[in-house]
């Protein structure tokens, strides 16, 4: 049997930090690893699986799509990207006339970038503290936090950063700003919700400035809160929209849904891709939207909720906050979250960081009530872990002391 993690080790490029686990194979809400053992998905694949693994709608659609066309490029017209385009659009509502579709959801914020500049004929944007928009140049322009900038810059355009959920924002968006990008929750910046009308503020000072709100629903779109686009009760007629990770089931994919106004903008030619809309990723798209029912939504707000009232409930210091809406969930922790986190794979239950002291959650939308029982439990047994591992230092640093 190959070693497949010595083999990536000495053959990928090492990009990514490592969880020390080769997985085989997924199921429902489990991932199952080499050695056959189970683990609870509390994290979607970094927010991809939103259906779980080999959801039969999604397994028997691309099943079905291969079978009769695999890859079609953009200047052929194709039922499939055509109907999936019109359901997405009709789902999404709120005066979205047009979809570009992209392939990963750095590429749709490119895109959505682009998009304002010509829209607008300004390079100016505004961006947020603790905000992830993106590894590729212009999303990296976008993103906020010297790790990921420092060796590039200077980077695209001019990107101001304003504090995330404050008026600051507000007052730097003027006539020469060709956008303003947001998350409706931020994600990786550690699970934070905006106060209020923060987003509808920000859709107004862009309309007053003629400047483009793009609303980057990469990680709280497609019903992750609850509603299929997190920021449609504050901006319900957005100008752009950005999607990604569990768009297509799986299938690499992004997507811009653009107002018919900002899309007369775009000259034909200007941003293409190869791969954008292809038909596996189509067929994917359309699978999902047929889960993702008015009815299917609201259980997915019911679960976030018991499950947020659920962590509540564990009684330790370690917990700062547990915050989130729907199936997004972070717990702000005092400890070290990558310990935590290498606690809770120990008990079997994968969790992702989000921002410096955060462990997200970000399940499948099919979590049973049993399964988040589940890793609360090990949530619970890993910060008892934690605690009785400061306890024991911290009665050996007093035996030091006293000899
Ligand atoms: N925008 C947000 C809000 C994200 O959470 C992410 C990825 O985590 C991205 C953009 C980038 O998406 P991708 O990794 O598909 O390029």
Sequence with gaps: MIDAQRLEALRLLDAYP???????RGEGMYLEDDRGRRFLDMMSNYGVSILGHNHPAIVEALTEQLRTLGSLHGSFAGEIRAR????????C?????????????SEANEAALKFAVLATGRKR???????????????????????????FEPLLWQFAFAPYGGAEGLEMIDDRTAGVIVEPIQGEGGVR??????????AKACAVSGAVLILDEIQTGLGRTGRFLASSAEVPEPDIVTLGKG???????????????????????IH????????????????????????????IECRGRALAERLRAVASDEIVDIRGKGLMIGAEVRS?????????????????????GVVRFLPPYIVEEGQMEDAVRAFEAALAAIRRDREFSAAEGAGCAVS
């Design 125 to 151: 944007f505004v961006a947020f503290r603790n905000g992830f928009h993106g590894k590729t140049l212009g999303a990296l322009s976008a993103t906020d936090g010297d790790a990921y900038r420092a060796p």
């Design 93 to 105: 509502g709120g005066g979205l006339g047009k979809v570009f579709f992209a392939n990963s959801g």
């Design 193 to 202: 919700i905006p106060p209020p009308f923060f987003l509808a503020g920000l």
């Design 336 to 356: 070290e979250r990558d310990a935590i986190l290498r606690l809770l794979q120990r008990e079997r239950v994968l969790a992702i960081p989000a921002g410096p």
């Design 247 to 269: 768009l297509a089931g799986g299938v690499p994919a992004g997507a811009v849904l653009l107002s018919e106004r900002i899309s007369r903008a775009i000259p034909r030619k």
């Design 84 to 91: 999936a385009a019109a359901a997405l659009l009709d789902r």
């Design 18 to 24: 490592r969880r020390g686990l080769t997985i085989r």
């Design 272 to 299: 293409t891709s190869t791969f954008g809309g292809n038909p596996l990723a189509a067929a994917g798209l359309l699978a999902v939207l047929s889960v993702l029912t008015d009815d299917f939504l609201q259980r």
